[in-house]
T-cell receptor, first 110, second 115 residues
C-alpha cells in the first residue's frame, strides 16, 4: 500500500461548481500536511497547509481527520484557472520526510 | 538566486550514457530532496540530505543512481548506464528543517529523455 493515496481523477467539473478531493495516508505518526498544485509541465507549488482545526483560504478549504487518516481539499466556485493537478503532501519522521500522493487531476470546463 | 535552481532543464541521453543532474537549493536550507516524476504520476521520493549527510536513499531505484551533496549546499544526482525507464522529470526540493509546517520549494526540474 502506498504511503499517501489519492484518486487520480480526472475530475471534470463545470465553472462555478464545488469539488472535493480526499487523500489518505498510512503512517499515523505523520506530522504535517499540505496541498500542492502542479500545472502541466511545471514544478509543484504550495497551495495551502492543512491544520488540525481546518483552514480556509478564499475559495479553498482544507481539513484534516487524524482518526481516519485523511485530508481533504474543497474548492468552491471553480474557475477555469483552477485546472491543474492537486498533490497531497504528508510530512513524517524526525527529519520530516516529504511524501507526495500521485495527484488528482482537475479540469474545469467552461 | 531566490529559488531552487536545477540544470540542465532538458537532457537527452543515449541508452548506456551516464548523466549528472545539478540542484542549487535555496541558500540556508538544510533539507534537500530528490524526486522522480514519470508522466501522469506524482513525484516519487528518491533520496534526502540533511546538510551533507544523506539520511535516506531508500527511494533510489537501483545502484545506477547515486546522489551527493558534499558541502551541504549544491547536490548532484548521477545516473549511470541510463535506461529508457529512467526517462522522467527529476525534481529537487529544499526546505528549512525543524520548523513545523515547513514548505518545500521546488526547482523547475530536469526532463531526462533516454533514447
Amino acid at each position: 500500500r502506498k504511503e499517501v493515496e489519492q484518486d487520480p481523477g480526472p475530475f471534470n467539473v463545470p465553472e462555478g461548481a464545488t469539488v472535493a478531493f480526499n487523500c489518505t495516508y498510512s503512517n499515523s505518526a505523520s506530522q504535517s500536511f499540505f496541498w500542492y498544485r502542479q500545472d502541466c509541465r511545471k514544478e509543484p507549488k504550495l497551495l495551502m497547509s492543512v491544520y488540525s482545526s481546518g483552514n480556509e483560504d478564499g475559495r479553498f478549504t482544507a481539513q484534516l481527520n487524524r482518526a481516519s487518516q485523511y485530508i481533504s481539499l474543497l474548492i468552491r466556485d471553480s474557475k477555469l484557472s483552477d485546472s491543474a493537478t492537486y498533490l497531497c503532501v504528508v510530512i513524517t519522521g524526525g527529519y520530516q520526510k516529504v511524501t507526495f500522493g500521485t495527484g488528482t487531476k482537475l479540469q474545469v470546463i467552461p | 538566486g531566490a529559488g531552487v535552481s536545477q540544470s540542465p532543464r532538458y537532457k537527452v541521453a543515449k541508452r548506456g550514457q551516464d548523466v549528472a543532474l545539478r540542484c542549487d537549493p535555496i541558500s540556508g536550507h538544510v533539507s534537500l530532496f530528490w524526486y522522480q516524476q514519470a508522466l501522469g504520476q506524482g513525484p516519487e521520493f528518491l533520496t534526502y540530505f540533511q546538510n551533507e549527510a544523506q539520511l535516506d536513499k531508500s527511494g533510489l531505484p537501483s545502484d545506477r543512481f547515486f546522489a551527493e551533496r558534499p558541502e551541504g549546499s549544491v547536490s548532484t544526482l548521477k545516473i549511470q548506464r541510463t535506461q529508457q525507464e529512467d526517462s522522467a522529470v527529476y525534481l529537487c526540493a529544499s526546505s528549512r528543517t525543524g520548523v513545523q509546517n515547513t514548505e518545500a520549494f521546488f526547482g523547475q526540474g530536469t526532463r531526462l529523455t533516454v533514447v
